[in-house]
């Protein structure tokens, strides 16, 4: 059960989102037990942003949000593809980029928890 949210300062064309949607998708596939079949993803653009202390022109911030435990070796393999999409699709520097991950053992769907 997996939630991906992007917010950047980045406009986001139309056919961006679908290739990052893709990407999401794939990346996901990273963390052992997850897959796109049950991942959600939010994409929030052209969201001012201010970054080191100034007005961020192309920054993003991801939170991934997972059921379960994860392992440090995947979200670090998560992280560089992340980072790779990010800067083959908008453009935005690895070095501008922060990514939360947030392991959680409550997770509700469908009208019930798991």
């Not at 993803?41 to 911030?61: N, V």
Request: hydrophobic share 35%; aromatic share 8%.
């Amino acid at each position: 059960m997996p939630m991906i949210a992007l917010t950047t300062s980045v406009r986001i064309a139309d056919n961006e989102k679908e290739l990052l949607k893709e990407g999401l998708g794939h990346a996901i596939t990273l963390l052992p037990g997850k897959s796109e079949n049950s991942l959600m993803i939010s994409l929030s653009d052209d969201t001012p942003m201010y970054f080191r202390g100034k007005k961020a022109r192309e920054a993003a911030f991801l939170e991934v949000s997972c059921f379960g435990l994860g392992q440090p070796r995947a979200y670090e393999e998560m992280t560089g593809e992340v980072c790779r999409l990010l800067e083959e699709t908008l453009g935005i520097s690895p070095a501008n980029v922060y990514i939360k991950y947030t392991e959680t053992v409550h997770w509700g769907t469908d009208g019930r928890n798991l």
